[in-house]
Structures are given as structure tokens and as C-alpha cells.
């Protein structure tokens, strides 16, 4: 069989009038997704759902099954190819819908969705991400020692656990306004669902509760410098990236965090501490930050 015309002919199968698709096959299954073209949320897509939900659902097989290469019917856009490079391999872009009339009836097909409230209900810091708590809401910042101070003690909740699932890198990212006014943050929680990191979650959850992409001239702190997927995520989803400032204390130097989009377009800015313990002595304490992680901690 033409392998081309039996990737179109999967597309036939599952295509549905105003959704864009994704798919993957392995051993004879079609893992697929598709997302509403009306969709007002940018942290999400076919390609986004697919990797996100096949972690959620089928975390054991997840691996196997990334090897594959993935197909869309849409554009490859900055956050997906990102996604793509950090959890998966590589896939095919503007996939053609064709009825060739291939039987392929031997195949199973498997509908992909996520939940980012179940997935982050399975983790052990996962309601920390859910939404930002009310005494947190609008809170003012003034410097950026307070917001690095913030940050960093976010990142601390992440405690090292007794089972591989329980780890996650202390890695955090927190968003303020224009005004200086806290508006989301994020704790990464990757260990099980390899796309959560914190800039993840935390743009997810900003665009679910807002309905809209970041917010022109908005800060981002991050303890270490964003990934190519986190990267591609924070471009794609402000309003105008380029009025944003993205800075981070920790360089990270592995291939997943070289020449991301932000790098390409010279928008984040290494903040010049070179481990985070370097980085708490030289912060001030703010008491109701305190408050906060203890807590949470109980
Ligand atoms: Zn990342």
C-alpha cells in the first residue's frame, strides 16, 4: 500500500468539518485528536492535544508510541514544532484529506483528549498549578529581587519524593502585568506528563481562565532559561511577544534549550546567577511569600 495515500486515506477516516486533526499509528492503532478551528485558547491545537493526552492516557505506551512520526492537516506552528523536539520525534504538516478507497478496516482507532485538571490532579503539586489562589490575585511587585524571590520559592515546593513519579525539577515561572500585579504562575510538574513543565502550565493555565492569549508588556521570571517547547509556547501565545520581558536566572545547556524561538528573536534575558542557592542569598524574604510556601507545604 502507497504510504503516502494510506496517510490521507487515515485522514478521510478521521477528519471532521471545522476541526483540525492529529494523528499517530503504532502497532496497528491511530492515537488522534481533533481541536475546533473556533478555539479562542492559543496554548492549545491538534498537535498540542494529541501529546498532551497520550501522556495522560496512555503514559506506559507513551514513549513507543512519540517514536512515530506525527501527522497533522494543519500548519506546524513555534509552540507545536517545540512540543515536538522535547516530547516526540518529528511530523508532517498539511496532511491532505483523500478518500483513495483503501481498506483499512483492520485498524483501531483511539480518540485523544486532555484534561489539564485530572492531569494535574494525578500530580503531587498539581493544584498548585490549577489557578492562581485569591490572596495571590493582582498582588504588587515592586523589584525584580521580590519577583526572583517569588519565583525561586515556587520552584523550592517542588521536594524531592520517594518514587520517580514524585520528582520534578524545582523549576518555576510567574507572570505580572504591566502595572507590577501577579498574574499567573507555574511549578513545573513534568515527571509523569513530560509536557508540564512550568512556563507550560503556567501559560495553560493563564489562557484557560482568561480566554485570550498573555497580556502585551507583561513580565516573566523563570529559574532557568525556557526550553524550545516553553519557548515556542510563550511566543505563540502573547498578544505581542515582542513587548514582553522574559527573564531567567539559570542557563540551561542542553540541545532542548538551544536557539529557541525566543533566542531567535532576542527576547529572554539570563539573569546572570549561576545555581539557585547563588540566587536566594543575594534575595530578600518577603513575609507573605513565606506564608504562601508554608502553606502549601502542609
Ligand atoms: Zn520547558
Same mark, same amino acid.
Given at each position: 500500500m502507497d504510504p503516502e495515500k494510506r496517510v490521507q486515506?487515515?485522514?478521510y477516516i478521521l477528519?471532521?468539518?471545522?476541526?483540525?486533526?492529529?494523528?499517530?499509528e503504532d502497532h496497528g492503532r491511530v492515537y488522534y485528536s481533533l481541536f475546533s478551528k473556533d478555539s479562542l485558547d492559543p496554548s492549545s491545537s491538534a498537535i498540542v492535544q494529541l501529546l498532551q493526552g497520550l501522556f495522560g492516557q496512555f503514559?506506559?505506551?507513551?514513549?513507543?508510541?512519540?517514536?512515530?512520526?506525527?501527522?497533522?492537516?494543519?500548519?506546524?506552528s513555534a509552540k507545536e514544532e517545540g512540543m515536538i523536539r522535547v516530547v516526540a520525534k518529528r511530523a508532517r504538516s498539511k496532511v491532505k +484529506?483523500?478518500?483513495?478507497?483503501?481498506?483499512?478496516?483492520? !485498524?483501531?482507532?483511539? &480518540?485523544?483528549?486532555? @484534561?489539564?485538571?485530572?492531569?494535574?490532579?494525578?500530580?503531587?503539586?498539581?493544584?498548585?498549578?490549577?489557578?492562581?489562589?485569591?490572596n495571590l490575585r493582582g498582588l504588587a511587585f515592586k523589584t525584580d529581587q521580590e519577583r526572583w524571590d517569588?519565583?525561586?520559592?515556587?520552584?523550592?515546593?517542588n521536594p524531592r519524593g520517594l518514587i520517580l513519579h514524585d520528582y520534578d525539577r524545582p523549576v518555576a515561572?510567574?507572570?505580572w502585568n504591566s502595572r507590577g500585579e501577579l498574574l499567573s504562575y507555574g511549578i513545573n510538574s513534568s515527571s509523569r506528563n513530560k509536557t508540564l513543565h512550568a512556563e507550560i502550565n503556567l501559560v495553560q493555565s493563564f489562557c484557560a481562565a482568561s480566554g485570550g492569549p498573555l497580556p502585551e508588556g507583561g513580565t516573566l521570571f523563570v529559574t532557568h532559561k525556557p526550553c524550545r517547547m516553553c519557548a515556542g509556547m510563550i511566543?505563540?501565545?502573547? +498578544?505581542?511577544?515582542?513587548?514582553?520581558?522574559?527573564?531567567? !536566572?539559570?542557563?540551561? &545547556?542542553?540541545?532542548? @534549550?538551544r536557539n529557541t524561538i525566543l533566542d531567535q528573536k532576542g527576547l529572554n534575558y539570563?539573569?546572570?546567577?549561576?545555581?539557585?542557592?547563588?540566587?536566594?542569598?543575594?534575595?530578600?524574604n518577603v513575609d507573605q511569600l513565606s506564608d504562601f510556601t508554608a502553606a502549601t507545604r502542609q
Open positions: 486515506q487515515i485522514a477528519q471532521k468539518e471545522g476541526y483540525a486533526l492529529a494523528f499517530v503514559v506506559d505506551n507513551s514513549f513507543f508510541i512519540l517514536r512515530r512520526r506525527l501527522y497533522t492537516t494543519e500548519e506546524i +484529506a483523500v478518500n483513495h478507497g483503501l481498506n483499512l478496516s483492520d !485498524l483501531e482507532f483511539i &480518540k485523544i483528549e486532555f @484534561s489539564r485538571q485530572q492531569a494535574l490532579a494525578e500530580n503531587h503539586l498539581g493544584v498548585f498549578n490549577l489557578s492562581l489562589p485569591e517569588f519565583v525561586t520559592q515556587l520552584a523550592e515546593l515561572a510567574a507572570l511566543y505563540d501565545c502573547s +498578544a505581542n511577544p515582542f513587548s514582553m520581558q522574559i527573564k531567567y !536566572l539559570i542557563e540551561e &545547556k542542553g540541545r532542548l @534549550s539570563f539573569c546572570g546567577v549561576s545555581n539557585i542557592d547563588m540566587a536566594k542569598k543575594l534575595l530578600r
